[in-house]
Nanobody, 123 residues
Framework: QVQVVESGGGLVQAGGSLRLSCAAA????????MGWFRQGSGKERDCLAA????????YYADSVKGRFTISRDNAKNTVYLEMHSLKPDDTAIYYC????????????????WGQGTQVTVSS
């Protein structure tokens, strides 16, 4: 089992950047594929990015390719999401998820996720 806590959200102007962090607790963190998804007010879940347990492969949704970068540090049990060129449409609660199977991570089909961190992009 993995417990995750997201942090790093906030208010940023359009064109700005943020770095989200996801701290995980659990001895088997390095066995899990991890990823990020978001949910805006009145919107469906939006799958953003995922990374394999080793960090060797990544997945990005078309909407964030070239703007967002996912990475992980297994020594620190932490996953990151670097976000650049932010737009008002990026405003949402951002969640970090964990799942053992990579195929499920690319579909945002996570077994564990946190409470999320709010990202607000002003125009």
């Amino acid at each position: 089992q993995v417990q995750v806590v997201e942090s790093g959200g906030g208010l940023v102007q359009a064109g700005g950047s943020l770095r989200l962090s996801c701290a995980a607790a659990g001895r088997t963190f390095s066995s899990y594929a991890m990823g990020w998804f978001r949910q805006g007010s009145g919107k469906e879940r939006d799958c953003l990015a995922a990374i394999t347990f080793s960090g060797g492969s990544t997945y990005y949704a078309d909407s964030v390719k070239g703007r967002f970068t996912i990475s992980r540090d297994n020594a620190k049990n932490t996953v990151y999401l670097e976000m650049h060129s932010l737009k008002p449409d990026d405003t949402a609660i951002y969640y970090c998820g964990a799942v053992l199977r990579w195929s499920r991570a690319t579909r945002c089909d996570y077994d564990y996720w946190g409470q999320g961190t709010q990202v607000t992009v002003s125009s």
